[in-house]
């Protein structure tokens, strides 16, 4: 290789490997110049050779880039590769944590856990790494209505696959008596009172900013009240108790909140109870108790907060910081436990792990790593600006993590079996991993007769290039398919800007569908792809996919490219 169109070379296998797609003339151009003074009387030669500079590289594929940059320009090749060193995570610092936080994750046992909440549960699991402390989790399974029984087991486990630093576990079903105490001093000292009004009465009330009639209600009548309350006295929707705020606030949600209601028509599965607390006083209550020193959330509990704000202030109890983010728009998967629910029950998905669905047990079904999900979100952070979240980001982050330790494999999808005439037996030698000789090889075995991607046959390409074979051109016979063998030239199949495609052989080919959020995709790849259950492989030129099932046929499910 001469002295030109070796600098060409390099510089355009650097852009290339670089960016990820092919330079312009004019970037290569300006690399050769800058880099190589001395050439810059050969400009005339350089561009004449620029062009097919080009289309060399273009014909390769990016792996074939990355081995081609390393096998001619090593240094170069190392200096595009080098590790830089980890940022530190760009959480902003928590005030008031010298001494370390206590913090909580706090989902309910309606379903499992999914993105959404994956970005709460990492947040605070950062901070508590970072400053150290305690991390609680909180089962918030005071609604009977909402509760799902096997999410509790559900939730345990997507704890578990997240690697969360949990220091205690507590559920809220096993704590109403610490509600009923703090329900019972916000009455004792006037802060809180029995209603019996007609809910729409109530709610008209409300809105003018009038105090209903048992607003009025002395301490003592609203604490026998209460006692009746717990002694079943009452029916569901007859009473309540309230929380006295300010009838002026400008908010009429903020206008005398609701604490406990009377709930017979749906038993818990935990705990024998009548009256039921609200979210907003089960909250403070705990958060009190647990002595929270930090509480990261979404910006849809501003509200709450302030609600919850009342009854700290009443209580004369310290408030945590308060931290709210913005909410994270996430496209393309089912979030909504209901609808998640109703669509397992219909069949539209095969459970709560289907790939269409935004859950935590889908993505690791899919090959996403835990830590993956954790490097997403804290990278988007705890800023109040609503975002929408990257999946491009997620996937990056998790073929940082896979990459180096996913062998290479041939997938073909829908394949059609083809004889291939004017060629002796051979065994192809393929790399397990691109530019890394010491993970080895696979070889396998080429006899005349090869399953071949039907898309590809199905285009007006005639001439293709087998990978890591040889040369190969098709021809069409009414429905019948044959090739032929074209030789082993791999410079005349780029020079013809031939495909490069998959291929197996018929006795070393295994039946395989392909799981994807679109539909499934059946095909056949190489059977050492199959070695280990959930063992993340690459299908080349297909993506990354980790193996379910190692049946006949395999299942095996995208994760990415």
């Not at 402390?133 to 909402?146: A, H, N, Q």
Request: glycine share 8%; aromatic share 8%; charged share 25%.
């Amino acid at each position: 290789m001469d002295e030109v169109h070796s600098a060409l070379l390099i510089a355009a296998l650097s852009n290339a490997v670089k960016h990820k797609s092919v330079p312009s003339a004019g970037a290569v151009m300006g690399a050769v110049m800058g880099n190589h003074p001395e050439l810059r009387s050969k400009a005339a030669e350089i561009k004449g050779l620029l062009g097919s500079v080009l289309n060399e590289v273009s014909s390769l594929s990016v792996e074939e880039r990355e081995i081609k940059l390393q096998s001619i320009a090593p240094d170069e090749y190392s200096c595009l590769f080098e590790k830089k060193e980890k940022k530190k995570t760009g959480l902003p610092d928590l005030p008031s944590s010298d001494g370390g936080v206590v913090m909580r994750f706090a989902p309910n046992p309606s379903g499992p856990l999914h993105l959404g909440h994956a970005r709460a549960a990492f947040l605070n699991d950062e901070y508590i790494r970072r400053y150290g402390g305690s991390y609680i989790l909180r089962i918030e399974d005071t609604d009977p209505k909402r509760v799902d029984p096997e999410a509790y087991d559900m939730v345990r486990e997507d704890i578990e696959w997240m690697g969360l630093k949990i220091s205690t576990t507590i559920f809220q079903s096993d704590r109403f008596s610490n509600y009923y105490e703090v329900g019972k001093e916000l009455i004792s000292k006037g802060h809180a009172y029995v209603c019996r009004c007609d809910n729409e009465v109530f709610k008209n009330l409300k809105l003018h900013k009038t105090a209903c009639p048992c607003r009025s209600q002395s301490s003592e009548e609203a604490m026998e009240l209460f006692e009746m309350m717990l002694d079943g006295a009452f029916k569901e929707g007859e009473v309540g108790v309230r929380l006295k705020t300010d009838l002026n606030h400008p908010d009429p949600a903020m206008r005398d909140y609701p604490l406990f209601r009377v709930l017979t028509s749906t038993p818990h599965q935990r705990v024998d109870a009548i009256v039921y607390p609200l979210m907003n006083l089960s909250v403070s209550v705990d958060d009190h108790l647990l002595g929270m020193t930090h509480v990261i959330r979404g910006k849809d509990h501003i509200a709450n907060t302030k609600r919850q704000e009342f009854i700290f202030n009443y209580m004369g109890w310290e408030k945590p910081v308060y931290r709210h983010y913005g909410r994270m728009g996430i496209e393309g998967v089912v979030l909504s436990t209901s609808q998640m629910r109703a669509g397992i029950q219909c069949g539209d998905y095969s459970g709560w792990d289907d790939v269409r669905l935004g859950t935590l047990r889908a993505m690791a079904r899919r090959g996403i790593q835990p830590q993956a999900v954790r490097n997403a979100v804290v990278d988007i952070g705890i800023g109040e600006t609503d975002i929408q979240f990257s999946w491009e980001n997620l996937y990056a982050k998790n073929k940082e993590i896979i990459d180096s330790s996913a062998d290479r494999f041939f997938f073909v999808p829908d394949p059609v079996k083809i004889t291939i005439s004017g060629s002796d037996p051979v065994i192809a030698r393929a790399m397990k991993y691109p530019g890394d000789q010491s993970r080895g090889y696979r070889e396998i075995p080429y006899e005349g007769s090869v399953y071949l991607p039907g898309d590809e046959l199905s285009t007006k390409a005639e001439f293709f290039r087998l990978k890591d074979l040889f040369n190969i051109r098709i021809f069409h016979d009414g429905n019948a398919i044959h090739g032929e063998y074209a030789g082993d030239d791999l410079m005349e199949a780029r020079s013809k800007k031939a495909p490069i495609i998959q291929w197996l052989p018929e006795n070393h080919a295994h039946a395989c569908i392909l799981k994807c959020a679109e539909g499934d995709i059946s095909g056949v790849c190489e059977p050492e792809a199959l070695s280990q259950k959930d063992q993340i492989v690459q299908f080349e030129r297909v993506g990354f996919a980790r193996i379910d099932t190692l049946g006949d046929p395999a299942v095996v499910y995208y994760t990415h490219r």
